[in-house]
């Protein structure tokens, strides 16, 4: 049995407070490959609704989830590696964002509610709170096997996720 080749897109997905934005940007790091941060193309109004502690809707998810997955089909057309971050909760968001392309890698970061809580208690600054943390969980649809998605523990270091990340997905890190 062959090997496949490596992903060019690795799209990191968790809960809110699971860690998508210091492993995406420390995988990136390794690889050499540019990040783009989830957070990042939320519309100001999805932003002001979760400040509000509300929480997006299907609805309000889909520009986001359509924005994303076009920084995805750009860098592949382009023939330019990322690391991308998106909770893709449920599954139809995660089909949407791979569109079936072997060349997307998924991985969702696993891990339970409580350590989750104690990191997005220790964070400062940022618009998603704790309070919203359930919705998350209520949302989340754990991986089917036909989903082809790496589950990724997040109860050791960010390095050592990432390492794992690295060596699962067959991926080289760039020397230096």
Known sequence: ???????????????????????????????????????????????????????LTDEDRLPWLRSIAAWITERLATGRPGVVSCSALKRTYRDSLTGGRPEVAMVLLDGDRDLIAARMKARKGHFFTE???????????????DENVLLAPITGTPEETVAHIIKALNLAPVSG
């Open 131 to 145: 309070t919203l943390l359930d919705t998350q969980f209520a949302d989340l649809e754990l991986p089917a096997p």
């Open 1 to 55: 049995m062959t090997t496949p080749p490596p992903p060019e897109i690795v799209l990191v997905a968790g809960v809110s407070g699971s860690g998508k934005t210091t492993i995406g940007a420390l995988l990136a790091e390794r690889l050499g490959w540019e990040y783009a941060e989830a957070d990042a193309f939320h519309s100001e109004a999805n932003i002001a609704k979760m400040r509000a502690g509300r929480p």
